[in-house]
């Protein structure tokens, strides 16, 4: 049976930005998960992540330790997040309850739960 996966305790909704470009600021004691950037080997829970809900659209931006960041999109098709921008697309895959997600040379591992696709049908 096939499963969809739903990313799970992503931290509270940030601010809106002034600018049209920038992501929001992260949020003091935001969430943090682990990464792996720059083709770095080791893991660790040095990115932030930001979650926007625009007209019930949810994304994800994930603050790099740099300054940098990436923007995510969450769908329910099962891959759980897309790029939001940029020409790399996401590669994903499940490692015990993370998501891995991995973007050029940069990785992430996000907290994620399997839903039965069978569970959502409506009779």
């Given at each position: 049976?096939?499963?969809?996966?739903?990313?799970?305790?992503?931290?509270?909704?940030?601010?809106?930005?002034?600018?049209?470009?920038?992501?929001?600021?992260?949020?003091?004691?935001?969430?943090?998960?682990?990464?792996?950037?720059?083709?770095?080997?080791?893991?660790?829970?040095?990115?932030?992540?930001?979650?926007?809900?625009?007209?019930?659209?949810?994304?994800?931006?994930?603050?790099?330790?740099?300054?940098?960041?990436?923007?995510?999109?969450?769908?329910?098709?099962?891959?759980?997040?897309?790029?939001?921008?940029?020409?790399?697309?996401?590669?994903?895959?499940?490692?015990?309850?993370?998501?891995?997600?991995?973007?050029g040379q940069d990785?992430?591992?996000?907290?994620?739960?399997?839903?039965?696709?069978?569970?959502?049908?409506?009779?």
């Amino acid at each position: 049976m096939r499963g969809a996966v739903a990313i799970i305790g992503m931290g509270a909704l940030a601010a809106c930005s002034s600018s049209q470009n920038a992501p929001p600021p992260a949020a003091e004691g935001g969430e943090r998960i682990a990464c792996a950037l720059a083709g770095a080997q080791a893991f660790a829970e040095d990115c932030a992540v930001d979650r926007m809900d625009a007209g019930g659209a949810l994304s994800l931006v994930v603050r790099h330790p740099d300054g940098s960041f990436r923007r995510f999109a969450v769908v329910q098709d099962g891959r759980g997040l897309v790029v939001a921008d940029g020409a790399e697309q996401a590669r994903t895959s499940l490692q015990g309850d993370k998501l891995a997600v991995t973007v050029g040379q940069d990785r992430y591992l996000f907290p994620a739960k399997i839903k039965s696709l069978a569970a959502d049908a409506k009779p």
